[in-house]
């Protein structure tokens, strides 16, 4: 069976689904450039849990989790199958390595996973788990939290996590700069030194990105948005170097930069 890459996309408002972006074509070509898996595990920001979390459905429900937007967004179903069989091994293997795992059997997609997978694979045929993150335990926790999943990429498992590159969404009450705003200078210095030590693979600066990187607690007021990150940087294991597949920003301050794992 092929081996997967991991990923982390920025998966940007929901509006993406249906506004044409640089970042909105970049996952519609997405899932054609890779090795069809046998199941995706999702890490979305938008999934907050005390302890991991996996979901186990038959099929997945679309969480329409935003309001406020057009109805052409609500009237979007992406159905998927789960696979709880998948979801029991992953949850047995993260208890081996010492996580409380627990098995959510209700738990559908919300935007942070439906959103991309809409576009990177329309067709909603593919298997697809969700597992939640820990804000409160920060970056060192989510990359043991994928080294623990990084047997899955041999059995054929896209690792995909979900968030956003910079995510202080509090600018939107500032001003009302238009999607194609340009790039604020604090969120370039941000971008560039996470993405130097990104290709460099220095875990240790990227896993104090928060006492290390300028501007960080401006970019992330919280952390829920770039622990995905985490989580696809550890599951690719210790040897794996990184490839920036995409760079765009919106509203001058949204960065949606997307990697791969191998």
């Given amino acids: 069976m092929t081996m997967m890459p991991t990923l982390f996309v920025s998966h940007g408002s929901p509006m993406t689904a249906i506004t044409d972006t640089p970042a909105r074509r970049f996952l519609a070509g997405l899932g054609g450039s890779l090795p069809r898996p046998r199941a995706v595990l999702v890490a979305s920001a938008h999934w907050e849990t005390a302890e991991p979390m996996v979901n186990a459905v038959a099929r997945n429900e679309t969480i329409h989790d935003f309001y406020g937007f057009p109805q052409a967004l609500f009237a979007i179903s992406y159905s998927p199958p789960g696979a709880p069989e998948i979801a029991s091994e992953i949850a047995a293997s993260l208890d081996e390595a010492g996580f409380a795992c627990g098995l959510d059997p209700r738990r559908g997609l919300d935007h942070g996973a439906w959103v991309p997978l809409f576009l990177a694979y329309p067709e909603a045929e593919i298997p697809v788990l969700q597992l939640s993150v820990q804000t409160a335990l920060g970056p060192r926790h989510h990359l043991a939290l994928g080294q623990a999943l990084a047997e899955l990429r041999a ?9 956003s590159f910079t995510h202080d969404l509090r600018r939107f009450g500032r001003g009302r700069a238009g999607i194609d705003a340009p790039e604020t200078p604090d969120v370039t210095a941000f971008s ?16 104090d990105y928060r006492g290390l ?25 210790e040897t794996a ?20 794992f191998a």
């Fill in 213 to 237: 990187a300028p501007h960080a607690a401006d970019e992330h007021p919280t952390e829920e948005h770039l622990l995905p990150l985490y989580v696809a940087l550890g599951a690719a294991g």
């Fill in 241 to 260: 170097r990184a490839r920036r597949l995409h760079s765009s920003v919106e509203y001058g301050f949204l960065r949606m930069d997307a990697y791969a």
């Fill in 155 to 163: 059995q054929g498992i896209l690792i995909l996590g979900s968030g």
């Fill in 192 to 207: 560039d030194w996470m993405d130097e030590h990104i290709r460099a693979h220095d875990v240790p600066a990227l896993t």
